[in-house]
């Protein structure tokens, strides 16, 4: 085994299944129903079918496939209702989002299951055991029927889980160095020819205890299944004594890859529900806390552990993410959520603490939090800052520091500024975008201001009309009145003819000044339209220099 392989750790897989999903969710809505014969009614093929029933039922003999005439015959109190797939899909989807209080990576896995991908997450509840314990208990108090089962494959997870015997909760051992070896020379060709498929490409390992199951734990078509049980192959260890080539002659590849899968030869991989954050860390109380003191510092240890990751890997967070877990928790409630946002990439704990100081007063703890949960949802790159000679930190860490205090506190779209625009009309060269967005990305085409020429820091939107005196038509005003009030110009620089694209048939060209009064103040106006004979020109204030 190379040391990479021997380093990675292995992969755990929890498969949780629901056996009796629908009728536990309408005993939870009429709980005066739970202990009576119960099934779930569904219309299929012109004829009443049960598509579901609780123990009760499956005690007197009822069993989902079967009519509702012969359901009747046996247990003549059955209550029936009509089952909702759509309603417990939704169920089953809420149900793999609490399950996030385990592990990030959950899914649905079918109509009544839920796969858990607990790699590195166990121990943060006392190992395998101790999870798989916790979680089945708190169902059962939800008022769930379940079964679990933890293995290193999904697929021999999923046949423990619903197929093996004995306790509700199996967790088997890692496969690899239990029992057998990792063989150290491979078999010649011959031999390979002679042993079953599991032998033959084992590579060594121990097995999972998979042969007392029967054939349709390995997820096989109902016809797959038939055929095999014709022949006599009923259970998994009946197929290790067979050619691989013979199974594939008769039963086509299917049959192989979910073996495969099975033990582990082939990679089966767990789409998560929602996307997996690049950094997460979590931290399981053993005690629940109520005060903003303890979750204040909860918090504390969280953002250094996160904030240590992200230095590992030379980034800062941009989005932070906390959940907050309650005792009391049911499965519909979402956790607590506190968001917070950056401009610019941030692995400061002090600084994100001062962040999620404004919207800790939100937090209601209630009975106590039991587990907080802290995803940098959105990271980037983040180099070491290069300290100033005055012992300080080059760039303008202040301002960047109060944007995002103003962002979280107002939203960030309350937080904008201007970027440049490509167009030659003032009032269109610039426009508003969100203060968090990156420089690039908030600018149209990659345009960058105007270094060539003088632009006004203060723009009139629109511009308003003055009333203005030159010595010739294309002069610059020796005189202007705005808003009552007269000014005389004592310097003026111009013209600069401005015009509009080409595309845009509206609007006449501009003759722009620069001017100054009496009294220093400077403006920026212009005159409207070409000199005409016998025209009046009209002259607008458009802006005001510093």
Same mark, same amino acid.
């Given at each position: 085994?190379?040391?990479?392989?021997a380093? &990675?750790?292995?992969?755990?897989?929890?498969?949780l299944?629901l056996?009796?999903?629908?009728?536990?969710?309408?005993?939870?809505r009429?709980?005066?129903?739970?202990?009576?014969?119960?099934?779930?009614?569904?219309?299929?093929?012109g004829?009443?079918g049960?598509?579901?029933?609780?123990r009760a039922?499956?005690?007197?003999g009822?069993?989902?496939?079967?009519?509702?005439?012969?359901?009747?015959?046996?247990?003549?109190?059955?209550?029936?209702?009509?089952?909702?797939?759509?309603?417990d899909?939704?169920?089953?989807?809420?149900?793999?989002?609490w399950?996030?209080r385990?592990?990030?990576?959950?899914?649905?896995?079918?109509?009544?299951?839920v796969?858990?991908?607990?790699?590195?997450?166990a121990?943060l509840?006392?190992?395998e055991?101790?999870?798989?314990?916790?979680?089945?208990a708190?169902l059962?108090?939800?008022g769930?029927e379940?079964?679990?089962?933890?293995a290193?494959?999904?697929?021999?997870?999923?046949?423990l889980?619903r197929?093996?015997?004995?306790?509700?909760t199996l967790?088997?051992?890692?496969w690899?160095?239990?029992?057998?070896?990792?063989?150290?020379s491979?078999?010649?060709?011959?031999?390979?020819g002679?042993?079953?498929?599991?032998?033959?490409?084992?590579?060594?390992?121990?097995?999972?205890?998979?042969?007392?199951?029967?054939?349709a734990?390995?997820r096989?078509?109902?016809a797959?299944?038939?055929?095999?049980?014709a022949? +006599?192959l009923? &259970?998994?260890?009946?197929?290790?004594?067979?050619p691989?080539?013979?199974?594939?002659?008769?039963?086509?590849?299917?049959?192989?890859?979910?073996?495969?899968?099975?033990?582990?030869?082939?990679?089966?991989?767990l789409?998560?529900?929602?996307?997996?954050?690049?950094?997460?860390v979590?931290?399981a109380?053993?005690?629940?806390?109520?005060?903003?003191?303890?979750?204040?510092?909860?918090?504390?240890?969280?953002?250094?552990?996160?904030?240590a990751?992200?230095?590992k890997?030379?980034?800062?967070?941009?989005?932070?993410?906390l959940?907050?877990h309650?005792?009391?928790?049911?499965?519909?409630?979402?956790?607590?959520t506190?968001?917070?946002?950056?401009?610019?990439?941030v692995?400061?704990?002090?600084?994100?603490?001062?962040?999620?100081?404004?919207?800790?007063?939100?937090?209601?703890p +209630?009975?106590?939090?039991?587990?907080?949960?802290l995803?940098?949802?959105?990271?980037?790159?983040?180099?070491a800052?290069?300290?100033?000679?005055?012992?300080?930190?080059d760039?303008?860490?202040?301002?960047?520091e109060?944007m995002?205090?103003?962002?979280?506190?107002l939203?960030?779209?309350?937080?904008?500024?201007?970027?440049? &625009?490509?167009?030659?009309l003032?009032?269109?060269?610039?426009?508003?975008?969100?203060?968090?967005?990156?420089?690039?990305?908030?600018?149209?085409?990659g345009?960058?201001?105007?270094?060539?020429?003088?632009?006004?820091?203060?723009?009139?939107?629109p511009?308003e009309?003055?009333?203005?005196?030159?010595?010739?038509?294309?002069?610059?005003?020796?005189?202007?009145?705005?808003?009552?009030?007269?000014?005389?110009?004592?310097?003026?620089?111009?013209?600069?003819?401005?015009?509009?694209?080409?595309?845009?048939?509206?609007?006449?060209?501009?003759?722009?000044?620069r001017?100054?009064?009496?009294?220093?103040?400077?403006?920026?106006?212009?005159?409207?339209?070409?000199?005409?004979?016998?025209?009046?020109?009209?002259w607008?204030?458009?802006?005001?220099?510093?």
């Amino acid at each position: 085994m190379m040391k990479g392989e021997a380093e &990675r750790p292995a992969r755990r897989i929890l498969s949780l299944w629901l056996p009796r999903l629908p009728t536990d969710a309408h005993s939870r809505r009429h709980p005066e129903r739970r202990d009576d014969p119960l099934a779930a009614i569904l219309a299929e093929r012109g004829r009443l079918g049960v598509a579901a029933v609780n123990r009760a039922a499956a005690e007197a003999g009822v069993h989902p496939a079967m009519s509702l005439a012969d359901a009747r015959a046996i247990e003549p109190a059955l209550a029936v209702f009509d089952a909702d797939p759509e309603s417990d899909a939704r169920l089953l989807e809420r149900i793999a989002g609490w399950c996030t209080r385990y592990t990030p990576w959950t899914t649905p896995d079918g109509p009544d299951g839920v796969a858990l991908d607990i790699t590195g997450c166990a121990h943060l509840f006392g190992g395998e055991e101790a999870m798989a314990a916790d979680l089945s208990a708190r169902l059962t108090a939800a008022g769930f029927e379940s079964r679990l089962a933890v293995a290193d494959t999904p697929a021999a997870a999923w046949a423990l889980a619903r197929f093996g015997r004995g306790a509700p909760t199996l967790t088997l051992p890692r496969w690899a160095g239990e029992g057998t070896p990792l063989q150290t020379s491979r078999p010649s060709p011959a031999q390979r020819g002679r042993e079953g498929p599991a032998k033959r490409e084992g590579g060594g390992k121990a097995l999972p205890p998979l042969s007392p199951l029967p054939v349709a734990a390995l997820r096989l078509p109902a016809a797959t299944v038939q055929g095999l049980a014709a022949v +006599g192959l009923r &259970r998994i260890g009946d197929l290790h004594a067979l050619p691989r080539a013979t199974l594939a002659a008769r039963f086509g590849p299917e049959l192989l890859r979910r073996l495969d899968q099975a033990y582990g030869r082939l990679d089966e991989p767990l789409s998560p529900r929602l996307p997996v954050p690049p950094h997460s860390v979590r931290l399981a109380l053993p005690e629940p806390i109520t005060t903003a003191e303890a979750i204040a510092e909860a918090l504390r240890r969280l953002l250094a552990a996160l904030c240590a990751g992200l230095e590992k890997t030379g980034e800062g967070a941009r989005r932070l993410r906390l959940d907050l877990h309650r005792v009391d928790r049911r499965l519909e409630d979402a956790p607590q959520t506190l968001a917070i946002g950056t401009g610019h990439p941030v692995r400061r704990p002090d600084a994100l603490m001062r962040l999620f100081a404004q919207t800790l007063d939100r937090v209601e703890p +209630g009975p106590g939090l039991e587990l907080m949960v802290l995803s940098a949802t959105e990271a980037g790159p983040l180099a070491a800052a290069q300290a100033a000679l005055d012992g300080g930190t080059d760039g303008q860490p202040e301002l960047a520091e109060l944007m995002d205090r103003l962002g979280n506190r107002l939203g960030e779209r309350a937080v904008l500024r201007l970027v440049p &625009r490509q167009s030659w009309l003032p009032e269109r060269s610039v426009a508003a975008a969100s203060a968090f967005a990156p420089a690039f990305a908030a600018t149209s085409g990659g345009a960058l201001w105007p270094t060539d020429r003088p632009r006004p820091v203060r723009l009139l939107a629109p511009p308003e009309p003055i009333e203005a005196m030159a010595l010739l038509p294309d002069d610059p005003p020796s005189m202007f009145r705005w808003r009552g009030a007269r000014h005389r110009i004592r310097r003026a620089d111009g013209p600069e003819r401005i015009a509009a694209e080409w595309w845009r048939r509206d609007g006449e060209p501009r003759d722009y000044y620069r001017v100054e009064d009496e009294a220093g103040r400077r403006f920026w106006v212009f005159r409207q339209g070409l000199y005409r004979p016998g025209a009046t020109a009209l002259w607008f204030l458009h802006g005001f220099f510093g």
